[in-house]
C-alpha cells in the first residue's frame, strides 16, 4: 500500500471513530436541555479543531488516489459512498456550527429542532463504514 493510500485509511478510521464519540455526546445531550447546551458546545470544538482537519485530509487523499479508469463494481460503490458521507458530514458540520451560534439565544425547543438536524446527519456513519470496509477489501486487508 502506498504511504497516501495509508495516510487516506488512517484517516478515515480516525473518522470513523470520531463520528462514534460524537454519536455518543448527541446521545447523552438529549438526556436534558443542560446536558444538550454541553453536548452542543462539544461537539462544535471538536467539530472545528479535529474533524474538519480530518475531512480535509481524507478528501485530499482520497482525490490522490482516485482512479477514473477503476469506476465500476466495488470501487464505484466505495467512491459514492465515501463522498455521500464527506458531504452528509460538512452539512453536519454546517449545522453544528448554526447551533453553535444560537445555542444562549434558544429555549429547549429550538435547541432540539437544532440538534435534531445534527442527529439526522449521522447517516453518514454507516456509509463511511461500507466505504472503509470495501476499501480494506479492494487493498487485500479483509
Known sequence: ???IGFVHM???GIWLGLVAVESVIELVGRLDVEKERTAAK????????V???????VL???LMLFDADKMEGWYAVKVVCGLAAIFTNLLCVVFVIQR????EHV?????????????ITISA???????FFIGLHLLGLY
Open 51 to 57: 474533524e474538519v482537519p480530518i475531512i480535509l485530509l
Open 60 to 62: 485530499v487523499t482520497g
Open 1 to 3: 500500500m502506498s504511504v
Open 10 to 12: 488512517f484517516g478515515v
Open 42 to 49: 462539544m461537539h462544535f470544538y471538536t467539530d472545528i479543531f
Open 125 to 131: 456513519l454507516p456509509l463511511a463504514g461500507v466505504a
Open 100 to 103: 453553535a451560534k444560537a445555542i
Open 107 to 119: 429555549d429547549a425547543q429550538v435547541l432540539r429542532a437544532h440538534s435534531n438536524k445534527v442527529f
